[in-house]
């Protein structure tokens, strides 16, 4: 399944630090495409342990995550608008 993971995490006493482990937890199922947006293939499986992750890390009372789901990326138009922060373009 394809899916697009969006994050927010207040910057408050403690957000940089689950911050960086929301950050480090997404890097480590999807690809990093802008600030906190993430975006990949994820089995079912994988999606419910990603999501078994991340609750261990947000706080559920002031952070959010929002993952979009899609049965293949072919049926999702990407638009850039602005600078086109390609992750991919520094590779030979």
């Given at each position: 399944m394809y899916v697009i993971l969006v994050y927010d995490i207040?910057?408050?006493?403690?957000?940089?630090?689950?911050?960086?482990k929301t950050f480090k937890t997404c890097k480590k199922y999807l690809s990093h495409i802008q600030n906190s947006v993430f975006e990949?293939?994820?089995?079912?499986?994988?999606?419910?342990?990603?999501?078994?992750?991340?609750?261990?890390?947000i706080r559920r009372d002031k952070d959010s995550?929002?993952?979009?789901?899609?049965?293949?990326?072919?049926?999702?138009e990407k638009e850039?608008?602005?600078?086109?922060?390609?992750?991919t373009s520094n590779f030979i």
């Open positions: 207040k910057s408050d006493e403690g957000g940089q630090r689950v911050l960086s990949g293939e994820l089995s079912n499986s994988q999606i419910v342990k990603l999501q078994y992750e991340l609750n261990d890390i995550i929002i993952l979009f789901k899609s049965r293949s990326d072919k049926w999702l850039m608008w602005g600078i086109d922060i390609d992750k």
